[in-house]
T-cell receptor, first 116, second 113 residues
């Protein structure tokens, strides 16, 4: 069965500093995708970044980048130059094709606080 | 462009009552999902539908039923609501050829007394 684990319930970072959120996952499939989603207080879910498992190069989106370690099944999110608007819940997610169907599984989330 | 629409946004039920959460998407997506979000538990998959005519159980299906009425609509039914089903419910959809981004509804807050 697929699992996604986020071991940091809460993290804090000073404005303009860098923070890394951790995520580990498990799947028996070779073809899968990993994602980070952001959920601000508005409750809206926003895709931050995605990584295809077959790509060795780590994905980057402006101030957001990932460290994808396939053998270790680790997928961390680095936020550089943190801004007050980055404060939110961050969810790691796994999508793969298992047992003849697609599943999209989320971790328990990390609440990020940005300190002015 | 409405995206994913969920109704109702808020609902209060008494234990034992039934209700249906409606979800519709206008993006011609094949796969649709229902999640519940609870503090400290993240988003847990209740049921999903990979395509029209198919439904499968997710991580926490007990106490729920679903119907994929057509390609657009995927409803979630609570037959006999329990206080443990107090939660925020999200419907989401994903296209076959998309970047596999999930498109979420705004969520439905359900309270069972």
């Amino acid at each position: 069965a697929q699992t996604v684990t986020q071991s940091q319930p809460e993290m804090s970072v000073q404005e303009a500093e860098t923070v890394t959120l951790s995520c580990t996952y498990d799947t028996s499939e070779s073809d899968y995708y990993l994602f980070w989603y952001k959920q601000p207080p508005s409750r809206q879910m926003i895709l931050v970044i995605r990584q295809e498992a077959y790509k060795q190069q780590n994905a980057t989106e402006n101030r957001f980048s990932v460290n994808f370690q396939k053998a270790a099944k680790s997928f961390s999110l680095k936020i550089s130059d943190s801004q007050l608007g980055d404060a939110a819940m961050y969810f790691c997610a796994l999508w793969d094709y298992t047992s003849g169907t697609y599943k999209y599984i989320f971790g328990t989330g990390t609440r990020l606080k940005v300190l002015a | 462009n409405a995206g994913v629409t969920q109704t109702p946004k808020f609902q209060v039920l008494k234990t034992g009552q039934s209700m249906t959460l409606q979800c519709a998407q206008d993006m011609n997506h094949n796969s649709m999902y229902w999640y519940r979000q609870d503090p400290g538990m993240g988003l847990r998959l209740i049921y999903y539908s990979a395509s029209e005519g198919t439904t499968d159980k997710g991580e926490v299906p007990n106490g729920y039923n679903v119907s994929r009425l057509n390609k657009r609509e995927f409803s979630l039914r609570l037959e006999s609501a329990a206080p443990s089903q107090t939660s925020v419910y999200f419907c989401a959809s994903i296209g076959w050829l998309a970047v596999r981004e999930l498109f979420f509804g705004e969520g439905s807050r359900l309270t069972v007394l």
